[in-house]
């Protein structure tokens, strides 16, 4: 019960955060200017027959996927392994698929962000504003169904592709030593580009796991500014926030190797590619959790509901775990965290938020105030 009293309560804080932060700082207005930057992935490829396309609103349901061709774009995303009820493993493979053909819009829209961000055409940082904008204008591919190799022998079918390109299925898995990580690669025709291999860890049901913001958190992204976003996401090289890659370590050393982490973003998954170099970069491995949203919105808007759907799905994995959750001021962790530790009595053990002063961004000081935190935790254990 008091769990539901309280999510009305911290769901109007933080859209009422959301609300300031986006008229403050004309996030509408940016949005409105950007040209042809589609981060929901609505273009579909031109290649895509109209049998396919229709079928693909069946999602995993579709009765004949398209097969992946050599001219075709698949990513395989790193997952987390558990024992279902019966004690069998299993985990959620996430997996998206496009078209190599650039959109034919792509000068444009590199083009607009370099002006956003007060590049001057020809500047080096085009190239990585055209480098990174890549996954935001590549064209979907719905109603493909990708082979995947399991651990180099068992087979896997994932798919097909729903509207979005994007597909979730949830496998029965050989079994394996908790703790140990398998690799598996996607079975696809030679042409065939993208990140063709993913690790997965297998996680016990009992012992710790980290949940972990990313953007403010434990990477610079300036999410209260939008040209701060353009700019930290399309130009800048990824940088981590000061101490954290040290404090991570930390944890790890404390919960141990075999501990699972999560870190879940608000960014959309186009980002899934350019997160994960800098995971590997700077923090312990772990499952990205994405959202499907547009950048500017997805880190704007209805994070608070968007976090704690995904907790949940955690928690229904891993529900006797000892939680230790990461995150910052800057967005609606503490809000999140809060409605999760309510819901979930006893499973979070350890919240943690960052205090962003190091950014000049409009109502981080409202952010700060003692009093949000006190209501963000009401109830819990101090």
């Not at 990174?132 to 493909?144: A, D, E, K, S, T």
């Not at 913001?213 to 090289?237: H, Y």
């Amino acid at each position: 019960m008091s769990h539901r009293r309280s999510v009305p309560s911290s769901r109007r804080t933080t859209a009422e955060f959301e609300r300031q932060t986006r008229s403050r700082s004309h996030f509408s207005d940016t949005e409105s200017s950007l040209v042809g930057v589609s981060t929901s992935q609505s273009r579909t490829s031109r290649k895509v027959q109209k049998i396919t396309e229709v079928l693909s609103w069946l999602g995993s349901r579709n009765p004949l996927p398209a097969k992946i061709s050599g001219d075709d774009v698949v990513w395989l995303m790193d997952n987390v392994a558990f024992r279902d009820s019966k004690g069998t493993w299993q985990a959620e493979f996430v997996a998206a698929t496009f078209d190599q053909q650039p959109s034919e819009s792509i000068v444009d829209v590199v083009g607009d962000i370099a002006d956003k961000v007060g590049l001057a055409r020809g500047e080096l940082q085009e190239e990585a504003v055209e480098r990174r904008i890549g996954p935001f204008v590549m064209c979907i591919l719905p109603g493909r169904q990708i082979k995947v190799k399991f651990n180099g022998s068992t087979p896997l079918k994932l798919g097909p592709t729903g509207r979005n390109g994007i597909s979730s299925d949830l496998k029965a898995l050989p079994g394996a030593a908790g703790g140990s990580v398998v690799t598996s690669a996607a079975e696809v025709p030679k042409g065939v580009v993208g990140m063709l291999e993913m690790k997965t860890v297998f996680a016990e049901p009992d012992g710790w796991a980290v949940i972990s913001d990313i953007d403010d958190t434990i990477k610079v992204t300036q999410t209260s500014n939008p040209i701060g976003i353009l700019r930290s996401t399309f130009v800048s090289e990824p940088t981590p926030v000061a101490g954290m890659p040290e404090l991570c370590s930390q944890i790890r050393d404390l919960v141990g190797p075999s501990a699972p982490w999560f870190y879940l973003s608000a960014s959309p998954y186009n980002l899934y590619p350019f997160l994960r170099s800098f995971r590997d970069a700077y923090y312990p491995h772990g499952q990205l959790i994405l959202s499907v949203s547009g950048l500017l919105q997805s880190l704007t808007m209805e994070t608070e509901r968007y976090k704690v759907d995904r907790m949940e799905k955690i928690h229904r994995w891993l529900p006797r775990r000892k939680m230790i959750c990461i995150g910052d001021s800057t967005q609606s962790d503490p809000e999140a965290y809060g409605d999760i530790a309510r819901a979930f009595p006893g499973w979070i053990k350890l919240i943690l938020i960052r205090q962003v002063n190091d950014i000049a961004a409009i109502g981080i000081k409202e952010k700060n105030e003692p009093e949000r935190f006190e209501k963000a935790f009401d109830g819990l254990p101090r």
